[in-house]
C-alpha cells in the first residue's frame, strides 16, 4: 500500500515538474543558443534516445559505468561526453542540452571536476541533479596554481567509489522507488566487487620497491590512488582544465624525475603525451604508457569499465616501476 502510494505522488510530480520543465527549458535553450551561437543544423541534432526507461544522464563515461552497475535494465544510462573526451572544459553542445532536457536524473561527480556542470543543468531546465562527492572529504591539491581545492579524481579510490555507489542508489530509489530493492541489490554486487578491487591493487602495488614508490603522470589525478597505496606523485599539472606546459613545470618534474631516479613515467589517454615523453627523455626515465583516469576506453580496449580501468593502470605502474617482480611472476 505504502509503495503503490509513493508510486503515484511519484508520478503526479513527474508530470506536474514536467510541464514547468518545458516551458522553462525553452526559454534556457533559446538564450543558450543566443549566447554561444548555434552552428549545427536542428536536423543533425542526436535525438535517438527511443527508450521508454527513465533517462539518467552521467557528465563522463565513468560514471556511466557505474550507474549502470546499479542501474541494470530498469533505466537508460548515457554519459553526456563520450569516450576519450576532455571532461574538465568541455563544451555542451546543443544536442547535449536536448538530450538533458529529456532526462529524469543527471548524475554529476562535482568537487569542481565539471566546470561546465553549473551552466549545464541550469540550462537543461529543472531535472533533478545528484552530485556523488557531496559531503565527502576530499584530498587537496598541493602546489602549483590549484593548490588548496578539492582534487576531484576521487573515483580513483575503490574504497571512495564504493561511496559514490551509495549515492547512485539513493538517487536511484528516489527516481524510481519500485525498483529499490533491485537497485540494493545491484549495489551491493558492484561494491563487493569494489571492495575485492581495492584489495588486488594493494596486494599488486605492495611488490613495488620502497626507493621506486613514486607515480609521475601528466595530469595530477592519481592522488586518491597513491594516497590509498603509499605513494608519492608529481605529474606535469595539476588538473587538465589547467594543462599549460610551461618550461617551469617541466624542469621541477625533470629534476623530481633525476633525484628519485624514478625509472618509468606516465601519461593518460585524454591528453597528448608529447611533453611526458620529452621529460622522460630528458631525465633518463622510460615512457611506461597511457594511464585512464578521465574516460573509459572503447568496448574493446583496456579499460572499458572502471574496474578494467583500475587493472590496466597498476599493470602499466607495476611494469613501469617493478619490473622485475612483474617479469618474473
Ligand atoms: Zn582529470
Not at 53 to 66: G, N
Not at 149 to 159: E, G, K, L, V, Y
Not at 210 to 221: D, H, I, M, N, Q
Request: net charge positive; proline share 5%.
Amino acid at each position: 500500500m505504502r509503495s503503490s502510494t509513493l508510486k503515484i505522488s511519484f508520478v503526479e510530480t513527474i508530470s506536474l515538474s514536467g510541464l514547468r520543465h518545458k516551458l522553462s527549458y525553452i526559454f534556457k535553450l533559446l538564450a543558450y543558443f543566443l549566447l554561444v551561437g548555434c552552428s549545427s543544423p536542428i536536423e543533425n541534432i542526436n535525438t535517438d534516445i527511443k527508450s521508454e526507461k527513465p533517462l539518467v544522464l552521467t557528465t563522463f563515461t565513468i560514471l556511466a559505468d557505474m550507474a549502470r552497475n546499479v542501474a541494470g535494465d530498469r533505466l537508460n544510462v548515457v554519459s553526456i561526453t563520450k569516450l576519450g573526451a576532455e571532461i574538465h572544459g568541455y563544451k555542451p553542445t546543443p544536442s547535449d542540452l536536448i538530450q538533458a532536457s529529456k532526462a529524469d536524473l543527471i548524475i554529476e561527480n562535482g568537487l569542481g571536476l565539471e566546470l561546465w556542470s553549473k551552466k549545464f543543468t541550469n540550462t537543461a531546465g529543472d531535472v533533478p541533479t545528484v552530485v556523488l562527492t557531496k559531503g565527502m572529504q576530499p584530498l587537496l591539491i598541493e602546489g602549483d596554481t590549484y593548490a588548496g581545492r578539492p582534487n576531484p579524481h576521487a573515483w580513483m579510490s575503490p574504497n571512495r567509489a564504493i561511496i559514490y555507489v551509495d549515492n547512485i542508489l539513493k538517487a536511484f530509489v528516489k527516481l524510481d522507488p519500485a525498483g529499490a530493492s533491485f537497485y540494493k541489490k545491484n549495489a551491493q554486487i558492484y561494491q563487493a566487487k569494489l571492495r575485492n578491487l581495492d584489495e588486488e591493487l594493494r596486494r599488486h602495488l605492495s611488490t613495488i620497491p620502497p626507493k621506486s614508490r613514486v607515480l609521475v603522470t601528466c595530469e595530477g589525478a592519481f592522488s586518491y590512488l597513491a594516497h590509498d597505496y603509499q605513494m608519492d606523485e608529481a605529474y606535469l599539472w595539476p588538473v587538465n582544465a589547467e594543462s599549460q606546459v610551461t618550461p617551469k613545470r617541466m624542469l621541477k618534474l625533470i629534476k623530481t624525475v633525476k633525484q628519485r631516479q624514478v625509472p618509468t613515467i606516465f601519461c593518460e589517454s585524454t591528453v597528448s603525451s608529447k611533453t611526458q615523453r620529452e621529460v622522460a627523455k630528458a631525465s633518463g626515465a622510460s615512457f611506461g604508457g597511457n594511464f585512464f583516469v578521465d574516460s573509459l576506453s572503447e568496448s574493446s580496449g583496456p579499460a572499458s569499465t572502471l574496474l578494467d580501468l583500475q587493472r590496466h593502470n597498476v599493470r602499466l605502474i607495476r611494469k613501469g616501476l617493478a619490473p622485475d617482480f612483474f617479469l618474473n611472476e
